[in-house]
T-cell receptor
Framework: AQSVTQLGSHVSVSEGALVLLRCNYS??????LFWYVQYPNQGLQLLLK??????LVKGINGFEAEFKKSVTSFHLTKPSAHMSDAAEYFC???????????FGAGTRLTVKP | GAVVSQHPSRVICKSGTSVKIECRSL??????MFWYRQFPKQSLMLMAT?????????EQGVEKDKFLINHASLTLSTLTVTSAHPEDSSFYIC????????????FGQGTRLTVV
């Protein structure tokens, strides 16, 4: 079975600081990996996805993630945090023929002024 | 990206009544739809997967008689919570995938269900 583990349920950074949200995956086959952002009482918005093309994936809002097969990681980064980045972030892996997704536990990002 | 509309965004119902949540793909044909449940400060848990015209496949531990899923057309799936109880209060999110979208599904805005 495929799964993802997000390290750290809560990350706090200062505005302008580097954002690093960690995600490790477990998969017996090459995975499709995703990062989503969720604002309170809203659905999920796709930030970026890895689909076996370039290992460094650039997404919306200045986010990017690098697929590292050697350490089974897909960490999300942003060089400079903005107050509007405060939200819940989910890493997900696609699994199975029906293309359903399995989500990590989520990481709440807080941005301090 | 494609648009998935979920309705209602919030609903409050009395214990013992049933509530229907709709999930529509607005600009593509959704051959597969997924229903998730999210508890406060927790991740999304897949409840069931439905393919248009077929019976839904439920995840282990999800009561199919309580959470009725219908996917009668390529643009609409519904989740009906039958005989709702306060423990059914949660945030429900749908997502939809079309045949042409190999890698991702698109998510609705979610429905906050409160059973009183």
């Amino acid at each position: 079975a495929q799964s993802v583990t997000q390290l750290g349920s809560h990350v706090s950074v200062s505005e302008g600081a580097l954002v690093l949200l960690r995600c490790n995956y477990s998969s017996s086959v090459p995975p499709y990996l995703f990062w989503y952002v969720q604002y309170p009482n809203q659905g999920l918005q796709l930030l970026l996805k890895y689909t076996s093309a370039a290992t460094l994936v650039k997404g919306i809002n200045g986010f990017e993630a690098e697929f590292k097969k050697s350490v089974t990681s897909f960490h999300l980064t942003k060089p400079s945090a903005h107050m509007s980045d405060a939200a819940e972030y989910f890493c997900a892996v696609r699994t199975g023929n029906n293309n359903d997704m399995r989500f990590g536990a989520g990481t709440r990002l807080t941005v301090k002024p | 990206g494609a648009v998935v509309s979920q309705h209602p965004s919030r609903v409050i119902c009395k214990s013992g009544t049933s509530v229907k949540i709709e999930c529509r793909s607005l600009d593509f044909q959704a051959t597969t739809m997924f229903w998730y449940r999210q508890f406060p400060k927790q991740s999304l848990m897949l409840m069931a997967t439905s393919n248009e015209g077929s019976k839904a496949t439920y995840e282990q531990g999800v009561e199919k008689d309580k959470f009725l899923i219908n996917h009668a057309s390529l643009t609409l799936s519904t989740l009906t919570v039958t005989s709702a109880h306060p423990e059914d209060s949660s945030f429900y999110i749908c997502s939809a995938r079309g045949d042409g979208s190999i890698t991702e599904a698109f998510f609705g805005q979610g429905t906050r269900l409160t059973v009183v």
